[in-house]
T-cell receptor, first 115, second 115 residues
Framework: AQSVTQLDSQVPVFEEAPVELRCNYSSSVSVYLFWYVQYPNQGLQLLLKYLSGSTLVKGINGFEAEFNKSQTSFHLRKPSVHISDTAEYFCAVSRFSGGYNKLIFGAGTRLAVHP | NAGVTQTPKFRILKIGQSMTLQCAQDMNHNYMYWYRQDPGMGLKLIYYSVGAGITDKGEVPNGYNVSRSTTEDFPLRLELAAPSQTSVYFC??????????????FGPGTRLTVL
């Protein structure tokens, strides 16, 4: 069975500092990987996704993630964060079951950007 | 193009009451999903649908029912509300071709409290 582990439940950081949000997954087969962001009192919005090809994936708002197959990781990074990046971030892996792909979500990482 | 819409935004129910959470999408997506989000737990799939007239259970279906009479609408029914169903409910949709599911688009959520 596939699972997703987000290693940090909360990450405090100062504005303009770099940040890395960690995500590890367990799977014995090829996977699709996603990062979603949830701003306060809103639904989830796709940041970026890895389906195939280049292991470095660029997303919206200056975020990027690197797929590392040997370490089964898909960490999210941003070189300089803004106050507006304060949100909850979810890593997800796609699992093929019952004839289609389902998303399995991690528990989330709350990013708090301080001035 | 409104995307995925959900009503109501908030609701308080008494134990044993019933209600229907509405979800609609205008993107002509074939797949639709219902998730619940509990604090620190990520999102859990309740039910999903791969097309009009076809639904199936997700990870946590007990206490819920769904129907999909049209491509656009995917209501979630709670028959006998229990405190354990206090949660934030998200509806999502995606387009899938030949079993490969692309990005899921989420609604803004319904915050339900059962007292």
């Amino acid at each position: 069975a596939q699972s997703v582990t987000q290693l940090d439940s909360q990450v405090p950081v100062f504005e303009e500092a770099p940040v890395e949000l960690r995500c590890n997954y367990s799977s014995s087969v090829s996977v699709y990987l996603f990062w979603y962001v949830q701003y306060p009192n809103q639904g989830l919005q796709l940041l970026l996704k890895y389906l195939s090809g280049s292991t470095l994936v660029k997303g919206i708002n200056g975020f990027e993630a690197e797929f590392n197959k040997s370490q089964t990781s898909f960490h999210l990074r941003k070189p300089s964060v803004h106050i507006s990046d304060t949100a909850e971030y979810f890593c997800a892996v796609s699992r093929f079951s019952g004839g289609y792909n389902k998303l399995i979500f991690g528990a989330g990482t709350r990013l708090a950007v301080h001035p | 193009n409104a995307g995925v819409t959900q009503t109501p935004k908030f609701r308080i129910l008494k134990i044993g009451q019933s209600m229907t959470l509405q979800c609609a999408q205008d993107m002509n997506h074939n797949y639709m999903y219902w998730y619940r989000q509990d604090p620190g737990m990520g999102l859990k799939l309740i039910y999903y649908s791969v097309g009009a007239g076809i639904t199936d259970k997700g990870e946590v279906p007990n206490g819920y029912n769904v129907s999909r009479s049209t491509t656009e609408d995917f209501p979630l029914r709670l028959e006998l509300a229990a405190p354990s169903q206090t949660s934030v409910y998200f509806c999502a949709s995606s387009y899938s071709l030949a079993g490969v599911t692309d990005t899921q688009y989420f609604g803004p959520g319904t915050r339900l409290t059962v007292l």
